[in-house]
C-alpha cells in the first residue's frame, strides 16, 4: 500500500501523516515538499502520480490564511486551490487512484446557515464575504469529487473540519486565529507581569474548536470505512461529511481557559467597539457519530497539550 499525504507540513496534514506512521502497518508513505513538487503545476503533479502510482492520496494540501489575508489576495486564494484540486484529483483518477480523501472547511456553508450547519446546507444561500473565493474553491473540490465518482466510479471522499488547532498551529501575532493567538497573547501577559489581557469584541460569540489529532483521527476513519457504509451514509451529490465536537464555547469562556492554562491570573476585559464577526458557528456532525465516530480531547486538555508546544517551539516562531 501506497499513501501519498499532500500537505504533509501543515498542521493537519503533519498530524495525519503522524497517526499514518504510528499505525506501523507497513504502508509506504509519500510525501513532497512544495520545493520539490508544485501542485499547482499541472505537468509537474501528473509527473509524480504517473511515477509514485499511489494506492490512496489524502489532500490536505491549501492556501489557507486569516481574514486579512482573505481579503487583501482573493485572486491568489481561488487559483491555487482550484489549481491544487483539480491537478490532484484529476492525475490520480488519471493514475489509477481508486481510493482519495480531500479536506476542506466550514467556509463552504452559507454565513446565514442555521446552526448547527448540516451538510445539506451547503450552496443554499450566499457565503461569508471576506472569504468566499476560498469557499467557492472548497465547494468546487467537493463537487470533483462528486463527479469523478460519478462518472468514472472513483472513490473520492470529502471532510469538512470545524476550526482547528494544536501542534504545528500559526501562533503569529498578527495573522493567526483566535485561539493561537490567544495563547500567545495571555503567555506574553503573564511573562510581563500586565495585570488585564483585552479580547475583541463583546466576548459573546461562540465557535467550536478541534484538536488537530482529532481530525487527523477522523479523516482516517472516514478513509477507512468500506465503501457501503460510506455511501448508505451519505449521497452521490452530497457526499461530504462535517467533523467537528458538536460543541462550542464563548469567545469569553475560551480567553478563561486559555488564561488558567497559561497561569494569568490578570483580568480579562472584553472590547464592544472591536467586531464580533458571525454570532455563532457550530458543526452538526450527527452524520459522523452514526458512523461511530466522535471527538474524544476535551477543550482545556486540548489547550494545554497545545500550550507545551507552543513553550517547546516558539523560539522558532517569526513575529
Not at 499547482?40 to 481574514?67: N, S, W, Y
Not at 498551529?169 to 501577559?189: G, K, M, Q
Not at 464592544?272 to 458557528?281: A, V
Not at 457519530?289 to 497545545?306: K, N, P, S, V, Y
Request: net charge neutral.
Amino acid at each position: 500500500m501506497k499513501i501519498y499525504v499532500a500537505g504533509h507540513r501543515g498542521m493537519v496534514g503533519g498530524a495525519i501523516l503522524r497517526r499514518l506512521r504510528a499505525r506501523g502497518d507497513g504502508a509506504t508513505l509519500l510525501t513532497r515538499s512544495h520545493a520539490e513538487l508544485d501542485l499547482t503545476d499541472q505537468a509537474a503533479v501528473r509527473g509524480f502520480m504517473q511515477a509514485e502510482r499511489p494506492d490512496v492520496v489524502i489532500l490536505a494540501a491549501a492556501k489557507v490564511g486569516g481574514i486579512h489575508a482573505n481579503n487583501t489576495y482573493p485572486a491568489d486564494f481561488i487559483y491555487e486551490n482550484l489549481m491544487i484540486e483539480c491537478n490532484v484529483i484529476h492525475q490520480a483518477h488519471a493514475a489509477g487512484v481508486r481510493r482519495l480523501l480531500q479536506l476542506g472547511s466550514s467556509c463552504i456553508y452559507p454565513r446565514e446557515a442555521v446552526q448547527p450547519m448540516r451538510e445539506d446546507a451547503l450552496l443554499t444561500g450566499p457565503l461569508e464575504p471576506t472569504n468566499e473565493p476560498y469557499a467557492i474553491a472548497k465547494i468546487a473540490g467537493i463537487k470533483l469529487c462528486e463527479s469523478y465518482n460519478r462518472q468514472h466510479g472513483t472513490d473520492y471522499r470529502s471532510v469538512m473540519p470545524t476550526n482547528l488547532y494544536g501542534p504545528g498551529d500559526n501562533f503569529h501575532p498578527e495573522n493567526s486565529h483566535v485561539l493561537p493567538a490567544l495563547i500567545r497573547r495571555f503567555h506574553e501577559a503573564r511573562a510581563q507581569t500586565q495585570d488585564e489581557v483585552v479580547i475583541w469584541g463583546t466576548g459573546r460569540p461562540m465557535r467550536e474548536f478541534l484538536h488537530v489529532d482529532d481530525m487527523a483521527e477522523a479523516s482516517l476513519f472516514v478513509l477507512g470505512l468500506d465503501r457501503a457504509t460510506y455511501e448508505a451514509n451519505t449521497a452521490p451529490m452530497l457526499s461530504h461529511i462535517n467533523v467537528g465536537t458538536g460543541q462550542d464555547v464563548t469567545i469569553l469562556d475560551l480567553a478563561q481557559m486559555v488564561a488558567r492554562v497559561t497561569g494569568f491570573d490578570g483580568r480579562i476585559t472584553t472590547d464592544p467597539t472591536k467586531p464580533d464577526g458571525t454570532p455563532r458557528k457550530l458543526m452538526d456532525v450527527s452524520r459522523l457519530a452514526e458512523m461511530g465516530w466522535r471527538a474524544r480531547i476535551g477543550l482545556e486538555q486540548g489547550i494545554a497539550e497545545t500550550y507545551r508546544w507552543f513553550l517547546e517551539h516558539r523560539d522558532t516562531f517569526r513575529g
